[in-house]
């Protein structure tokens, strides 16, 4: 990517973490950014066009290619998921200055987003739906091996880690991320896993 165009993606990011959409202007923007208008525009047609690139971004770092992981152990498998989100997590820190970093106003520009742009909601459910399917077939193989055992359904098990990925990320992102968020996902899932396996 373009270092400027990086530039104006990280210089307004913070600014959306640090207000609303609505809130940032385009003036406050160039400003920040420290180039000229028109330099600006050579990169961004309007605030809307680089909002909507900042929240591609971010859908795009969550998107997971579930053929890169080990199936034969379902143990590996969420370990293997466990480490690509937390690369994920380290990405997206290095967009922010040292002094910065992701803050529980992430939330409030994917809504804002998602109210601007519908079709934000439809990658979010189209991602959830992969990532359930991905989930319950290894569930699946993991029971059918002998793996693991529970009365749940492999859907059920399934829903049960990619909520506790949710939950375990809201509470990172509301504490101001003092928690190490890979090492509770990690606990979270060990704790599911042992109570399910064989």
Not at 80 to 97: G, V
Request: aromatic share 14%.
């Amino acid at each position: 990517m373009n270092d400027t165009r990086q530039h104006i993606l990280q210089i307004s990011l913070i600014l959306f973490l640090q207000k609303s959409f609505k809130e940032v202007t385009m003036r406050e923007i160039v400003e920040k950014s420290g180039l000229s208008k028109g330099a600006f525009y050579h990169y961004f047609r309007s605030k809307e066009d680089l909002f909507k690139e900042i929240v591609t971004m971010f859908f795009t770092m969550g998107r997971i290619d579930y053929s890169k992981f080990d199936s034969d152990s379902f143990n590996t498998f969420y370990n293997q998921y466990c480490d690509h989100i937390d690369n994920s997590m380290n990405r997206i820190n290095s967009m922010f200055d040292s002094g910065d970093k992701m803050s529980p106003n992430i939330f409030m520009i994917l809504f804002d987003a998602i109210g601007k742009f519908p079709e934000f909601l439809e990658m979010e459910l189209d991602n959830y739906h992969v990532e359930l399917r991905e989930w319950i077939r290894i569930v699946s193989k993991a029971r059918e091996e002998g793996e693991i055992t529970s009365l749940s359904s492999d859907a059920q098990i399934a829903k049960l880690f990619l909520y506790c990925t949710d939950g375990v990320f809201i509470r990172f992102v509301n504490s101001a991320q003092s928690a190490n968020y890979k090492s509770d996902l990690l606990s979270a899932f060990d704790t599911i896993y042992n109570g399910i396996k064989v």
